[in-house]
């Protein structure tokens, strides 16, 4: 569970499931919503087919003339409309001979006579009144009409005219409309028609109720409106037989029921989506599909991206064993850059091992020398083969002297290694330094002077006479005599700059590099006596550079060379 690979790989998973799972909920959600509006679109057209078809159904008395007025539904409410009768017989279809079969089950019934249970109250059959009485009729209403200007006349599916908008109490004003009152006398037709419904009426009831029919009889009479049709006596009975008679009376006159097929115009059943089991089956299905690809596409990212972690991991390993040489190779980016460090610093390690190295077998070699000599001499005394002379002393003294500033020259050089060479500044005036040095080196061989520009500083003064004190010794050393070497100490911008220049021997150029290398020297044959350590340089670099200072080397060969230190003011 630690591993990167499996976190990243399961980290990844988890995202991909989320966005997963939210955009299939999202899309499903958007889905349903266009759908159930499509849905409830397509069943307000069919709702709108349907009457106008239960209206042709109303005023016709079958479809045989139907064709051309259905083809217009089919057009304006772009669908494909069928007609069969009970039997399945087609009466009417909108579409042509490449249509496919008419669906299994209709969409609904058309039929007048029962729409939900009701008669359809365009159905008016034998009460349609004739063109004379509807003129007469609407006679009367203009006349009650102007009485009342808000009045207005709305014709009855029979063609008797209405009038609506009626206040409560307005007949009582109307005498002067007198001859308005006509509106309400019943028609010849009307009368007819009653009078056929009541017989009808009375027949039903004479089967069904035999007792209730004097009651009932009285109460069946219909009002006016004949579309109202109330029957006042409500028992379940006369309500049955009013409307059984009405049915009747009217069957001859309207379109026999009839099955109605709708479908889209080249015949398709309208899209049904069901997203309860199937569809969700099939997100399900495709939305895992899809997870599991995202599962392996990062797998294969992890591993990828893991590959040049464990490599890099592996060469850790191989150097803490003890192996310099392992590089690894971590393409670009991040996992780049830290291979890159990783390589720089095996090479850092690399060299400071061989430097190591080299500084046991320089400092075993610049001891052996020293010891061999008191070894050899104290032997030889021993021995009786030398007098323990004063001459004999000397020298010894010498080659103990020598082993001590060597011993020394580690200890300081190993101090600045460890970091714990203490500087104890304070505010000098560095003309001092330079003089005592100076004076400290005299001889009679050469001519060394001092050029001083006065400059203050705050620096430890031993330390930086033993720094200076080196350069002076090395130009000294190897100037010849007769030579010249000059101190020079001045200040130049934020600097302290002392400048030893001798007309010695120089150095070549491609050893000035190197002169402040421990155990360097440019003559390697030139004996200790004649030379120093090798270590006065590394010792006055590691000095010079813990005031902050840095000290540097330039060299004409045969001409002489010029160190110098450059100091910061603060
Ligand atoms: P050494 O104790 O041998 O002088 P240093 O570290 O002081 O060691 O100097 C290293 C080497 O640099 C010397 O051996 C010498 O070859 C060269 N060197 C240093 N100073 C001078 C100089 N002023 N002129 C010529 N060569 C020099």
Redesign the pocket.
Known sequence: MNSLLVRFFLFSLVIAACSIAVTAWLASQATTGTIRQEQGEALETDAQILDELVNYAAKHKDWTAAQSEVDGFARKYNRRIALTDLNGKKLVDTGNENSPRLPITPKATVDPLNVSGKIDPRAVGPFQLSDAEKEKLHFYATELAACNDKIQIVDAPNGRPRLSNLEPGQFSRWEECEVGYQLYTITATEQAAYEKLQQLFAECLDRLAPGLQPLAKAAGRVSLDWDVTTVRDSSPEAVTCMTNARRDQLRPYVAPPTYLFLTSPTGEEPMAIDLSTTGTTRITLVALGILALAGFASWLTATQLVRPIRALTAATQRTAEGDRAVRVDGGAGEIGELAKSFNAMSEKLAETERQRQAMVSDVAHELRTPLGNITGWLEATQDGLAEPDPHLVDMLLEESLLLQRLVDDLHDLAQADAGTLRLHPEPITLDDVVDQVVNAQQNREILLRAEITPVHISADPVRLRQALG?LVA??V??TPPGGEVVVKLFQEGENAIIEVR?T????APDDVPH?FDRF????KS?SRRT????????ITRHLVEAHGGTVSAT?VPGRG?T?RISLPLA
């Open positions: 080196n090395n130009a050393r190897y001798d010695g021997t120089g150095i002169v360097w020297r440019a003559d030139r030379g120093g350590s090798g270590l006065g340089l590394a060299s060379s160190f």
